[in-house]
Protein backbone atom coordinates (compact mmCIF):
# COMPACT_ATOMS: atom_id res chain seq x y z
CA UNK A 1 0.00 0.00 0.00
CA UNK A 2 1.10 3.81 -0.89
CA UNK A 3 0.72 6.25 1.27
CA UNK A 4 -0.32 10.19 0.21
CA UNK A 5 -0.47 13.32 2.74
CA UNK A 6 -2.07 16.38 1.31
CA UNK A 7 -0.04 18.93 3.53
CA UNK A 8 -1.95 22.33 3.57
CA UNK A 9 0.94 24.96 4.05
CA UNK A 10 -0.75 28.06 4.34
CA UNK A 11 -1.76 31.29 2.60
CA UNK A 12 1.48 32.78 1.59
CA UNK A 13 3.51 33.17 5.21
CA UNK A 14 6.53 30.25 5.57
CA UNK A 15 5.23 31.00 9.40
CA UNK A 16 1.91 29.68 8.89
CA UNK A 17 3.34 26.04 7.93
CA UNK A 18 1.70 23.94 11.42
CA UNK A 19 4.08 21.78 13.47
CA UNK A 20 1.78 18.84 11.70
CA UNK A 21 2.55 19.83 8.13
CA UNK A 22 6.56 19.73 9.64
CA UNK A 23 6.56 16.43 10.50
CA UNK A 24 4.70 15.38 7.33
CA UNK A 25 7.26 17.12 5.38
CA UNK A 26 10.02 15.59 7.02
CA UNK A 27 8.09 12.09 6.62
CA UNK A 28 7.87 12.07 3.11
CA UNK A 29 9.72 9.96 0.54
CA UNK A 30 8.60 12.11 -3.26
CA UNK A 31 6.59 15.14 -3.15
CA UNK A 32 4.52 15.63 -6.28
CA UNK A 33 4.48 19.39 -7.41
CA UNK A 34 2.32 20.42 -10.08
CA UNK A 35 3.30 22.90 -12.39
CA UNK A 36 0.24 25.27 -13.79
CA UNK A 37 3.10 26.58 -16.15
CA UNK A 38 2.27 30.35 -14.76
CA UNK A 39 4.61 33.13 -13.99
CA UNK A 40 4.38 32.85 -10.24
CA UNK A 41 7.78 32.24 -9.24
CA UNK A 42 7.48 33.31 -5.79
CA UNK A 43 5.01 30.82 -5.24
CA UNK A 44 7.02 27.85 -6.25
CA UNK A 45 10.46 29.57 -4.04
CA UNK A 46 8.08 29.57 -0.92
CA UNK A 47 7.35 25.81 -1.95
CA UNK A 48 11.04 25.04 -2.26
CA UNK A 49 12.30 26.88 0.90
CA UNK A 50 9.80 24.85 3.33
CA UNK A 51 11.41 21.54 1.65
CA UNK A 52 14.74 23.15 2.09
CA UNK A 53 14.18 23.76 5.65
CA UNK A 54 11.93 20.89 6.72
CA UNK A 55 12.18 17.84 4.46
CA UNK A 56 15.15 15.97 6.12
CA UNK A 57 15.08 12.84 5.11
CA UNK A 58 16.22 11.59 1.52
CA UNK A 59 13.61 12.61 -1.00
CA UNK A 60 12.63 13.29 -4.69
CA UNK A 61 10.95 16.02 -6.29
CA UNK A 62 8.43 15.51 -9.26
CA UNK A 63 7.20 18.03 -10.89
CA UNK A 64 4.01 17.35 -13.24
CA UNK A 65 2.35 19.73 -15.75
CA UNK A 66 -1.30 20.01 -14.39
CA UNK A 67 -3.57 20.36 -17.23
CA UNK A 68 -4.83 23.65 -18.65
CA UNK A 69 -8.57 24.20 -17.89
CA UNK A 70 -10.88 26.23 -20.12
CA UNK A 71 -11.58 29.34 -18.27
CA UNK A 72 -12.76 31.05 -20.75
CA UNK A 73 -16.31 28.45 -20.92
CA UNK A 74 -19.14 30.55 -20.45
CA UNK A 75 -21.20 29.34 -17.19
CA UNK A 76 -22.88 26.98 -19.07
CA UNK A 77 -20.36 25.37 -19.90
CA UNK A 78 -18.51 25.96 -16.58
CA UNK A 79 -19.39 22.33 -15.15
CA UNK A 80 -18.11 19.99 -17.92
CA UNK A 81 -15.49 22.45 -18.60
CA UNK A 82 -14.15 21.66 -14.81
CA UNK A 83 -15.43 17.99 -14.83
CA UNK A 84 -13.10 17.26 -17.87
CA UNK A 85 -10.46 19.07 -16.43
CA UNK A 86 -10.84 17.02 -13.39
CA UNK A 87 -10.75 13.97 -15.08
CA UNK A 88 -7.80 14.85 -16.90
CA UNK A 89 -5.82 15.98 -13.47
CA UNK A 90 -6.91 12.08 -12.48
CA UNK A 91 -4.79 10.92 -15.14
CA UNK A 92 -1.79 12.63 -14.22
CA UNK A 93 -1.73 11.34 -10.71
CA UNK A 94 -2.85 8.49 -11.13
CA UNK A 95 0.30 8.07 -13.32
CA UNK A 96 2.38 9.75 -10.57
CA UNK A 97 0.95 7.29 -7.96
CA UNK A 98 1.89 4.32 -10.25
CA UNK A 99 5.48 5.30 -11.46
CA UNK A 100 7.37 7.49 -8.82
CA UNK A 101 6.02 6.09 -5.88
CA UNK A 102 6.97 2.80 -4.75
CA UNK A 103 4.78 0.44 -2.54
CA UNK A 104 4.94 1.60 1.11
CA UNK A 105 6.99 4.98 0.26
CA UNK A 106 4.83 7.77 1.41
CA UNK A 107 4.21 10.80 -1.28
CA UNK A 108 2.76 14.28 -0.79
CA UNK A 109 0.97 17.32 -2.21
CA UNK A 110 1.49 20.53 -1.02
CA UNK A 111 -1.38 22.30 -1.49
CA UNK A 112 -2.09 26.62 -1.06
CA UNK A 113 -3.74 27.48 2.04
CA UNK A 114 -6.29 24.69 3.61
CA UNK A 115 -6.92 21.75 1.08
CA UNK A 116 -10.64 21.99 2.03
CA UNK A 117 -11.26 25.21 0.82
CA UNK A 118 -11.27 25.39 -3.27
CA UNK A 119 -8.99 22.82 -3.99
CA UNK A 120 -9.37 19.85 -6.20
CA UNK A 121 -6.46 17.65 -4.77
CA UNK A 122 -8.38 15.59 -2.56
CA UNK A 123 -12.08 14.85 -5.08
CA UNK A 124 -8.97 14.08 -8.01
CA UNK A 125 -7.21 11.52 -5.36
CA UNK A 126 -11.27 10.10 -4.43
CA UNK A 127 -11.58 9.79 -8.34
CA UNK A 128 -8.24 8.08 -8.70
CA UNK A 129 -8.86 6.08 -5.80
CA UNK A 130 -12.16 4.65 -7.41
CA UNK A 131 -10.68 3.59 -10.69
CA UNK A 132 -9.13 1.08 -8.55
CA UNK A 133 -5.83 1.08 -10.30
CA UNK A 134 -3.28 1.79 -7.69
CA UNK A 135 -2.99 0.80 -4.04
CA UNK A 136 -2.90 3.90 -1.86
CA UNK A 137 -4.50 5.55 1.49
CA UNK A 138 -3.91 8.83 2.10
CA UNK A 139 -4.43 11.74 5.38
CA UNK A 140 -5.09 15.33 5.09
CA UNK A 141 -2.99 17.87 7.08
CA UNK A 142 -4.91 21.05 7.11
CA UNK A 143 -4.11 24.37 6.62
CA UNK A 144 -4.36 27.71 7.46
CA UNK A 145 -6.54 29.27 4.65
CA UNK A 146 -6.32 32.96 3.20
CA UNK A 147 -9.78 33.13 4.99
CA UNK A 148 -8.07 33.07 8.51
CA UNK A 149 -5.17 35.13 6.79
CA UNK A 150 -7.86 38.03 5.66
CA UNK A 151 -9.54 38.39 8.88
CA UNK A 152 -6.66 38.03 11.10
CA UNK A 153 -5.07 40.59 9.40
CA UNK A 154 -7.99 43.06 9.58
CA UNK A 155 -8.38 41.55 12.78
CA UNK A 156 -12.22 41.03 12.78
CA UNK A 157 -14.01 37.95 13.22
CA UNK A 158 -15.77 35.85 10.35
CA UNK A 159 -19.16 35.65 11.38
CA UNK A 160 -21.32 38.30 13.67
CA UNK A 161 -22.73 37.19 16.88
CA UNK A 162 -24.57 34.14 15.80
CA UNK A 163 -24.95 35.03 12.33
CA UNK A 164 -24.28 33.04 9.04
CA UNK A 165 -21.10 33.19 7.59
CA UNK A 166 -21.13 32.02 3.43
CA UNK A 167 -17.67 31.62 1.38
CA UNK A 168 -18.70 32.03 -2.53
CA UNK A 169 -16.59 32.91 -5.71
CA UNK A 170 -16.38 36.13 -7.80
CA UNK A 171 -18.21 34.22 -10.73
CA UNK A 172 -21.34 33.05 -8.19
CA UNK A 173 -21.28 36.53 -6.83
CA UNK A 174 -21.41 38.40 -9.77
CA UNK A 175 -23.95 36.30 -11.59
CA UNK A 176 -26.30 36.13 -8.60
CA UNK A 177 -25.80 38.66 -6.11
CA UNK A 178 -25.20 39.02 -2.65
CA UNK A 179 -26.49 35.37 -1.21
CA UNK A 180 -30.15 35.55 0.83
CA UNK A 181 -29.42 34.74 4.56
CA UNK A 182 -25.64 35.34 5.18
CA UNK A 183 -24.87 38.67 6.76
CA UNK A 184 -21.04 38.04 5.80
CA UNK A 185 -19.93 36.39 2.48
CA UNK A 186 -16.11 35.72 1.80
CA UNK A 187 -15.60 36.43 -1.95
CA UNK A 188 -12.46 34.30 -3.58
CA UNK A 189 -11.30 33.44 -6.96
CA UNK A 190 -12.99 37.07 -8.12
CA UNK A 191 -11.21 38.19 -11.57
CA UNK A 192 -14.20 40.07 -12.15
CA UNK A 193 -14.41 42.80 -9.42
CA UNK A 194 -17.88 41.55 -8.30
CA UNK A 195 -17.94 44.05 -5.48
CA UNK A 196 -17.60 46.64 -7.68
CA UNK A 197 -21.69 46.90 -8.24
CA UNK A 198 -22.49 46.23 -4.81
CA UNK A 199 -21.14 49.99 -3.69
CA UNK A 200 -23.50 51.97 -1.96
CA UNK A 201 -25.73 49.19 -0.74
CA UNK A 202 -24.37 49.78 3.11
CA UNK A 203 -21.77 46.87 2.92
CA UNK A 204 -18.53 47.17 4.74
CA UNK A 205 -15.85 45.30 2.80
CA UNK A 206 -12.05 43.76 4.28
CA UNK A 207 -10.09 43.22 1.05
CA UNK A 208 -6.99 41.55 1.38
CA UNK A 209 -4.01 40.38 -1.97
CA UNK A 210 -1.21 39.08 -1.29
CA UNK A 211 -1.82 38.50 2.46
CA UNK A 212 1.11 36.79 4.60
CA UNK A 213 3.37 38.01 1.97
CA UNK A 214 5.70 40.81 1.77
CA UNK A 215 3.31 42.40 -1.40
CA UNK A 216 0.78 42.27 0.98
CA UNK A 217 -1.97 44.58 0.41
CA UNK A 218 -4.94 45.36 2.97
CA UNK A 219 -7.97 47.80 2.39
CA UNK A 220 -11.54 47.77 4.11
CA UNK A 221 -14.01 50.59 4.87
CA UNK A 222 -17.40 51.00 3.88
CA UNK A 223 -18.24 50.18 0.32
CA UNK A 224 -19.22 53.03 -1.56
CA UNK A 225 -18.13 54.17 -4.92
CA UNK A 226 -14.80 55.97 -4.08
CA UNK A 227 -13.51 52.88 -2.06
CA UNK A 228 -14.87 50.50 -4.60
CA UNK A 229 -12.66 52.88 -7.12
CA UNK A 230 -9.60 52.83 -5.06
CA UNK A 231 -9.97 49.17 -4.69
CA UNK A 232 -10.07 48.17 -8.47
CA UNK A 233 -7.38 50.58 -8.61
CA UNK A 234 -4.77 49.42 -6.27
CA UNK A 235 -5.74 45.80 -7.69
CA UNK A 236 -4.83 47.03 -11.44
CA UNK A 237 -1.62 48.55 -10.60
CA UNK A 238 -0.36 45.76 -8.27
CA UNK A 239 -1.72 42.88 -10.99
CA UNK A 240 0.69 44.83 -13.54
CA UNK A 241 3.30 45.12 -11.58
CA UNK A 242 3.64 41.77 -10.43
CA UNK A 243 2.05 39.80 -13.16
CA UNK A 244 -0.48 37.99 -11.11
CA UNK A 245 -3.09 38.79 -8.39
CA UNK A 246 -4.19 36.61 -5.52
CA UNK A 247 -6.68 38.15 -3.74
CA UNK A 248 -10.14 38.02 -1.33
CA UNK A 249 -12.38 39.81 0.43
CA UNK A 250 -15.07 39.51 3.02
CA UNK A 251 -18.07 41.52 2.34
CA UNK A 252 -20.22 42.36 5.55
CA UNK A 253 -23.98 43.56 5.71
CA UNK A 254 -23.92 44.79 9.65
CA UNK A 255 -26.94 43.02 11.17
CA UNK A 256 -29.65 45.09 12.69
CA UNK A 257 -29.13 45.34 16.73
CA UNK A 258 -32.32 43.68 17.78
CA UNK A 259 -31.58 40.82 15.40
CA UNK A 260 -28.30 39.84 17.23
CA UNK A 261 -28.49 36.58 19.91
C1 LIG B 1 -7.74 27.96 -5.78
S1 LIG B 1 -8.17 28.94 -4.40
C2 LIG B 1 -7.21 28.17 -3.15
C3 LIG B 1 -7.61 28.57 -1.76
C4 LIG B 1 -6.74 27.93 -0.70
N1 LIG B 1 -6.94 26.50 -0.63
C5 LIG B 1 -6.97 28.53 0.68
O1 LIG B 1 -7.21 27.80 1.64
O2 LIG B 1 -6.86 29.75 0.80
C6 LIG B 1 -7.28 30.41 -4.80
C7 LIG B 1 -7.95 31.65 -4.22
O3 LIG B 1 -7.63 31.74 -2.85
C8 LIG B 1 -7.45 33.08 -2.49
N2 LIG B 1 -6.07 33.24 -1.97
C9 LIG B 1 -5.17 32.26 -1.82
N3 LIG B 1 -4.04 32.73 -1.28
C10 LIG B 1 -4.23 34.06 -1.09
C11 LIG B 1 -3.43 35.10 -0.56
N4 LIG B 1 -2.18 34.87 -0.10
N5 LIG B 1 -3.95 36.35 -0.50
C12 LIG B 1 -5.20 36.59 -0.94
N6 LIG B 1 -6.00 35.66 -1.44
C13 LIG B 1 -5.53 34.39 -1.52
C14 LIG B 1 -7.75 33.93 -3.71
O4 LIG B 1 -9.12 34.29 -3.68
C15 LIG B 1 -7.47 32.95 -4.82
O5 LIG B 1 -8.18 33.31 -5.99
Excluded at 119 to 131: K, Q
Excluded at 155 to 177: F, H, M
Aim: proline share 5%.
Amino acid sequence: MKQIQVIGIGAGDPDQLTLQAVRAIGATDVFFLLDKGEDKAELVALREQMLAEHAHRPHRVVVARDPDRDRTAATPGYAPAVDDWRRRRADVFERLLIDELADGACGAFLVWGDPALYDSTLGTLEEVHARGTVDFDWTVVPGVSSVSSLTARHRTGLNQVGRPVQITTGRRLAEGGLPDGADDVVVMLDARRAFAPLAGQGLHIYWGAYLGTPDEILVSGLLDEPLAAHITRVREEARARKGWIMDTYLLRRPAARDDRS
